[in-house]
Antibody, heavy 117, light 110 residues
């Protein structure tokens, strides 16, 4: 069974750094693109970027390039999304999702990030 | 940049059939597979349709997906509507290998 388990919710202050995680199991972690998707309160899904853990090839949406860093640790089948300096506008639910070779997407449960002074 | 456009909302009565469209901005929507996701309030998205018209495991056959090249659109059709189908639905495709999401459609079953 494919599972993506994300780290718990976070409450941070503007300017702080943050790294959230997404642990995959039940599939070949190294050979499937895994991505991050933002959902701001009451809004739709926004693609942030994807990573191919096998060779760490990473692609970013132009909207998020330079704003976040996506990485993966193959040894523990975990992908990460990190910020160096959070803003209030980063408040959202962040989902990870894995795209299998048959274009079936499996989703994590989401991580709520709240940025407030 | 390739974009997908969906109606903001649709509504229909229980037992009826509803179709949600997803129109590509450029190129041919048939050039890349389209997926459909369902998101109920307070929950993560789940896959309903993949590769244009394949139902994900456990999805009832009331759900179907199709492509219409003449209108450069994909469609999700739900027949025999049930109140449990009330949710947000998102289409997804690709711009090269990058993921592209439609803006989402709120389905109300009333």
């Amino acid at each position: 069974e494919v599972q993506l388990v994300q780290s718990g919710g976070e409450v941070k202050k503007p300017g702080e750094s943050l790294k959230i995680s997404c642990k995959g199991s039940g599939y070949s972690f190294n050979t499937n693109w895994i991505g991050w998707v933002r959902q701001m309160p009451g809004k739709g899904l926004e693609w942030m970027g994807i990573i191919y853990p096998g060779d760490s090839d990473t692609r970013y949406s132009p909207s998020f390039q330079g704003q976040v860093t996506i990485s993966a640790d193959k040894s523990i089948t975990t992908a990460y999304l990190q910020w160096s300096s959070l803003k209030a506008s980063d408040t959202a639910i962040y989902y990870c999702a894995v795209e299998t070779s048959s274009r079936i997407f499996y989703w994590g449960q989401g991580t709520l990030v709240t940025v407030s002074s | 940049n390739f974009m997908l456009t969906q109606p903001h909302s649709v509504s229909e009565s229980p037992g009826k059939t509803v179709t949600i469209s997803c129109t590509g901005s450029s190129g041919s929507i048939a050039s890349n597979y389209v997926q459909w996701f369902q998101q109920r309030p307070g929950s993560a998205p789940t896959t309903v349709i993949y590769e244009d018209n394949q139902r994900f495991s456990g999805v009832p056959d009331r759900f179907s997906g199709s492509i219409d090249s003449s209108s450069n659109s994909a469609s999700l059709t739900i027949s025999g509507l049930k109140t449990e189908d009330e949710a947000d639905y998102y289409c997804q495709s690709y711009d090269s290998i990058n993921w592209v999401f439609g803006g989402g459609t709120k389905l109300t079953v009333l």
